[in-house]
C-alpha cells in the first residue's frame, strides 16, 4: 500500500481514521483475535475457595495427572481402569463426569440446584453456567457447586488410589451443600439465601 499510494494519501486516511474511530480501534484492527475463554473469570473469584479454583484451573487447562497421561509418560504397568466403578479407560473427563460413581454426585447436585442440562465437559458446564441467566445467589452456588465438585472427587480419587479409603458420594454432596451454605451465609443474609436455596 505504501509504495502505491503517495505518502501524504497514507497520512490522510490515518488521519480519517484516528477522528472516527481513534487508536484503540486500530490497535484492535492490527491485534489478532484468539478464541474468548470464559473460564478465566469463572474459575477466579475472590468467595471461592483457592484449592477448589486451583484445581479446576488444572483440569480445564488439562494439566491433572490421570492413568490416561501417565501412559503417555511411560508409566505402562499401570492399571488403566478407573479406580472408582473400575470399568472404563480413566480420562480426566470419565471421573468427573462420566463415571457411575460421580454421575451420582452430580445428579444429586444438578437436582438440588434445579438443572436440566447434560453436562459432557467441565468448559461446556463453565460456558453453559456463564451464559445461564439466574439470581445472584443461583450463579454464585452453581459455580461453588462445580469447583467443589471436581476438586472433592478429584481428592478422594487420589485418596482412594494412594491411601485405599472409599469414596462416598453422600460425603461429597453433603461438603458441596455445607461449602456453599458457608460461602454464602458469610456474603448475604440467611433468608435471602434461603429463599433461593431452602434449608
Not at 489478532?32 to 478465566?40: C, H, T
Not at 492399571?79 to 454426585?105: G, M
Not at 485418596?159 to 455445607?178: A, D, N, Q, R, W
Request: glycine share 4%.
Amino acid at each position: 500500500m505504501l509504495s502505491v499510494v503517495p505518502q501524504r494519501e497514507v497520512i490522510a486516511l490515518w488521519a480519517k481514521w484516528y477522528e472516527v474511530r481513534g487508536t484503540l480501534a486500530a490497535y484492535d484492527w492490527f491485534r489478532p483475535k484468539a478464541e474468548r475463554k470464559l473460564w478465566p473469570r469463572f474459575v477466579w473469584k475472590d468467595f471461592v475457595p483457592q484449592k477448589y479454583s486451583f484445581t479446576t484451573w488444572q483440569d480445564v487447562k488439562g494439566r491433572l495427572e490421570t492413568k490416561a497421561t501417565k501412559d503417555m509418560l511411560g508409566y505402562m504397568d499401570m492399571d488403566q481402569n478407573c479406580p472408582l466403578c473400575k470399568s472404563n479407560i480413566e480420562p480426566a473427563y470419565h471421573h468427573f463426569l462420566k463415571c457411575n460413581k460421580t454421575r451420582e454426585v452430580w445428579t444429586a447436585i444438578k437436582g438440588w440446584l434445579g438443572l436440566r442440562v447434560t453436562i459432557n465437559t467441565i468448559p461446556s458446564a463453565i460456558k453453559w453456567m456463564t451464559k445461564k441467566k439466574a439470581s445472584v445467589v443461583i450463579r454464585k452456588t452453581r459455580r461453588l457447586a462445580l469447583m467443589t465438585v471436581v476438586s472433592l472427587t478429584w481428592r478422594t480419587q487420589n485418596s482412594l488410589v494412594h491411601e485405599g479409603t472409599s469414596f462416598e458420594p453422600k460425603h461429597i454432596i453433603f461438603e458441596v451443600k455445607k461449602l456453599a451454605y458457608a460461602t454464602l451465609y458469610t456474603i448475604y443474609p440467611h433468608d435471602y439465601v434461603q429463599m433461593y436455596l431452602g434449608v
